[in-house]
């Protein structure tokens, strides 16, 4: 998404009479995942860490991570999945349905351009159809 407010500039430092310092950082102001985000601008060189994923591509890589456990036989189900990582059978099923979304809500996802969604509405029985996917997130279809 393009940034509702961008200052450009490099950093500077204002040091006051009385030995006080103000110190002016050029930031803009984004929309990610519905929620207002204060970041760098983006020509300033920052390392991008798990810290800036959304829940959702989380979310995502974790299914990505887990159905990869189940493909390669290191796990025998969902179920032992869920007693490893100490969490909830079901969850762990919804996750998983994320890797069987459309490929255009997974880059979507990745990319952060996926209108505001929550990860139940997509984990939860997704249409096996692509198409009807991209409906039910909101995403024009493009076969018609």
Do not use: C, H
Request: charged share 25%; net charge positive; hydrophobic share 45%.
């Amino acid at each position: 998404m393009k940034p509702m407010l961008k200052i450009a500039g490099s950093p500077n430092i204002i040091v006051t009479s009385d030995g006080a310092l103000t110190v002016i950082l050029p930031v803009s102001i984004t929309r990610r995942a519905g929620r207002r985000r204060i970041g760098l601008p983006k020509d300033a060189a920052a390392a991008a860490s798990a810290s800036d994923l959304t829940s959702l591509q989380r979310a995502l890589a974790r299914g990505f991570r887990w159905r990869a456990m189940l493909d390669s036989g290191e796990v025998a189900s969902a179920k032992e999945i869920a007693e490893r990582e100490s969490t909830d059978n079901s969850y762990v099923g919804r996750i998983i349905n994320l890797t069987l979304l459309a490929p255009e809500i997974i880059a979507g996802i990745l990319n952060d351009s996926v209108p505001d969604v929550q990860i139940d509405q997509l984990g939860i029985s997704p249409p096996i159809l692509w198409r009807e996917q991209l409906d039910r997130v909101g995403f024009k279809s493009e076969q018609g």
